[in-house]
């Protein structure tokens, strides 16, 4: 099941938080931060490499979501909306600085379960493939393999096209696989 | 082609294996929610604000209207001030005074 289905299916949906913080209950506000803040920061975190900065991000983008809940019109679900606006913050973030990797062991890497088809030297190229990619390449990694998004929602959320969005991951696929055999 | 989609499939699967999911740092929620409520809360200060500012303009301009309804009706060769007129101004910007002053006072206490 995607994230957003499970949003739709949880009581209250995404959708009725939003209603009930625009008519004045902004602790409700805290819903939506607990269901969405770990997939903003693991999506900030992707693009920017940097703790603090990610964390920097997922702030803004709440903040800004809170400030602007009475422009969402529902035209999109939340999660998107709110992606959206992280996803221009963080790039916007990697256009201001150069960024160094700061590895917090606040934010350590979730334990991965074991793939038996991969040994560790595949997996460990393929993480320095990942590393090597742009900023907006590595968000459309996140977007497309880890939060399993539809190529509809990532072209909302990056606001490209369709076929723009398809057309980058083939690209993005091709280059990983040039990066891996250069290793 | 067949040989092809199985290896577009096993790259797909190496990128999910290698990319990390991070853990949330502890606190990032509890943060995000104290600016959310400092937002709020300068939200409604520039919102009292431009109240009281239009609160103001509107007490400015009830005192101009009293003087010069006063200004017309006074007589400066006889020095004769005719009472009714002007009291009737007074006493419509004494009740809107009080009335301004009492949402001002509101307008505070809700900050």
């Not at chain 1, 393999?145 to 969005?165: G, Q």
């Not at chain 2, 500012?53 to 509107?58: H, K, Q, T, V």
Request: some cysteine; overall charge negative; hydrophobic content about 40%.
């Amino acid at each position: 099941m995607r994230p957003d289905d499970a949003n739709e299916m949880e009581s209250p949906t995404d959708m009725e938080i939003v209603r009930s913080v625009a008519a004045g209950d902004t602790e409700a506000f805290g819903l939506l931060v607990e269901r969405h803040s770990a997939r903003l920061y693991n999506l900030a975190f992707g693009m920017l490499h940097d703790a603090q900065c990610a964390e920097d991000v997922v702030q803004e983008a709440f903040v800004r979501a809170y400030e602007h809940l009475d422009g969402f019109r529902g035209a999109c679900s939340f999660a998107t909306w709110l992606y959206r606006i992280a996803y221009n913050r963080a790039l916007r973030e990697c256009g201001r600085r150069r960024f160094g990797r700061i590895e917090d062991p606040a934010c350590r890497a979730l334990p991965e379960e074991p793939d038996a088809r991969y040994d560790e030297e595949t997996v460990a190229r393929m993480r320095q493939a990942l590393e090597r990619l742009k900023a907006d390449e590595r968000a459309l990694v996140t977007l497309f393999y880890d939060e399993e998004r539809s190529v509809a929602e990532i072209a909302a959320i990056t606001e490209l096209s369709e076929s723009n969005v398809k057309v980058k991951l083939h690209r993005i696929r091709r280059r990983i696989r040039e990066l891996m055999e250069e290793e | 082609m067949e040989k092809r989609l199985e290896e577009e499939r096993n790259l797909d699967a190496l990128i999910r294996t290698a990319s990390p999911r991070r853990t949330l740092p502890a606190g990032l929620n509890t943060r995000i929610m104290a600016q959310v409520a400092r937002s709020e809360r300068r939200r409604r200060e520039r919102r009292a604000i431009v109240q009281m500012a239009g609160y103001c303009l509107e007490l400015s301009a009830l005192m101009v209207l009293v003087i010069f309804v006063g200004m017309r009706n006074f007589d400066a060769w006889s020095l004769d001030l005719p009472i009714m007129p002007f009291l009737l101004v007074g006493c419509m910007g004494g009740v809107v005074l009080t009335a301004g002053g009492d949402r001002m006072n509101e307008l505070l206490r809700n900050l």
